[in-house]
């Protein structure tokens, strides 16, 4: 098929932590579509809205067959004087809900006018909020991607939807193609609930994962990255890899280890990540004297999280809406025992006590419990590690193999669609 011009916009930075650190779905994609041959105009803020406060403006990325088209968004923190923090959080959620929409479907306006594009993409809530302005004159086709999606436990409850608005109007703007990642928040559910107009449409599909990289260690390879890490052959090392959000619950792997530290095993946990609740799980470990039972290792290039996880003997992933996303295949994929919990379509993955330890409820004394458990039973962690693993290799997808049955399915929408302008 020709190449494609494609005028993307997103409010997420492409790497939202120093150093290729955090989610890598943003980046996949683009470098998906230059592989194949085609041109992206990437419209984006100088500062995105997943941008962690404490770190620098990101570079511009490159990628071949990649344009990055970046504005500057005003924002209240830039003011000579310092607001408090719940009016800091309400402009975030301001600018980005309203603002950032209406100056990037200026900017992709201004490329319209010098500039012939097939197709329009609008990347997470805000860059489809900017796209469903842009199709007011300008009638091209449109995919819409999420990343999973918060809003199923808001469904049937209209005040909780309408204080969500944004996330309501990008769910139900009319397009042509609906790209929604199968992250057990059950995002197909809610597309079907909230825009009846999408069936169809939907492409539910799980992220893809460096298949290449991604491997069990070996018992050297394993011992080596303890070494490194620092780890001691008595200590248990629990893992987590998340974004530090309040959702992401890392606080109650904390008090697990605390719970742990009481029944004088030797827990030994890596937090892999940084974000917005580092200063408050910092703090909540502290109070309860951890000390080095609790490792706030930061933001860790993607290629090095997987040094991380082959020290680990239990990997731990314990949010409150999904616990489906990359970084619990990852663990699978390199043979980790994997605990976590029954929330969204966990099961669909870890099938109870086969291919990992699946808890009802968040409960850190139910957590410990669980824990103290498999570091009795090294044999038990063993069949787990193995059964995770046999179903990983037979199930996940390469990122090369998601992101080309993305791309074919937009060539074909591309080559046969009919716009839909009621927006």
Same mark, same amino acid.
């Given at each position: ?76 923190? !830039? ?86 608005? !944004? ?8 397009? !042509? ?110 109070? $309860? ?28 992933? $314990? ?21 976590? $919990? ?57 990122? !090369? ?23």
């Amino acid at each position: 098929m020709p190449s494609l011009r494609i005028l993307m916009i997103s409010a997420l930075e492409v790497w939202a932590l120093t150093g290729q650190g955090g989610a890598p779905s943003l980046a996949k994609t683009l470098e998906g579509y230059s592989r194949r041959g085609h041109r992206v105009d990437f419209v984006t803020s100088t500062i995105g809205a997943n941008h962690h406060h404490s770190a620098p403006v990101q570079p511009v990325p490159e990628i071949d067959g990649v344009a990055f088209h970046r504005f500057h968004l005003p924002a209240l923190a !830039e003011s000579r004087l310092i607001p408090p923090a719940p009016l800091l959080q309400l402009d975030q959620k301001a600018r980005f809900a309203t603002l950032f929409p209406l100056l990037a479907s200026r900017q992709a306006e201004r490329l319209l006018r010098h500039n012939p594009y097939d197709l329009l993409y609008g990347y997470e809530v805000h860059g489809v909020l900017a796209q469903r302005l842009v199709r007011r004159r300008h009638p091209l086709p449109l995919v819409a991607r999420f990343q999973g999606t918060i809003m199923y436990p808001y469904l049937g409850r209209p005040l909780s939807l309408a204080r969500r608005y !944004e996330e309501v109007l990008a769910l139900k703007t009319p397009a !042509e193609l609906y790209v929604m990642t199968d992250d057990g928040t059950q995002g197909d559910e809610v597309l079907q609930r909230l825009n009846p107009a999408s069936e169809g449409k939907v492409r539910f599909w799980r992220n893809g994962l460096d298949l290449g990289s991604a491997r069990a260690p070996s018992a050297a390879e394993a011992a080596a990255a303890r070494a490194r890490l620092g780890v001691t052959p008595d200590d248990f090392v629990l893992v987590t890899a998340a974004r530090l959000a309040r959702w992401k619950r890392i606080d109650r792997a904390i008090d697990a280890v605390a719970l742990l530290k009481q029944r004088r095993l030797h827990p030994r946990l890596l937090v892999v990540g940084d974000g917005e609740e580092r200063a408050s799980l910092e703090a909540q470990a502290a109070a $309860l004297n951890l000390g080095d039972s609790v490792t706030f290792v930061g933001a860790v290039p993607q290629p090095e999280v997987q040094s991380y996880l082959w020290a680990a003997d239990v990997f731990l992933s $314990l949010n409150e809406l999904s616990n489906v996303g990359n970084p619990l295949l990852e663990a699978m994929l390199s043979g980790r025992c994997v605990l976590t $919990l029954d929330e969204g379509d966990t099961r669909d993955l870890i099938r109870k006590g086969e291919t990992g330890i699946l808890l009802p409820t968040g409960d850190p004394a139910a957590i410990a419990d669980a824990l103290a458990k498999l570091a009795a039973d090294p044999a038990d962690r063993e069949r787990l590690s193995a059964a995770a693993l046999q179903f990983a290799q037979a199930s996940f997808w390469s990122w !090369e193999q998601r992101l080309d049955a993305e791309v074919e399915a937009v060539e074909a929408l591309v080559q046969t669609t009919t716009v839909a302008t009621d927006v």
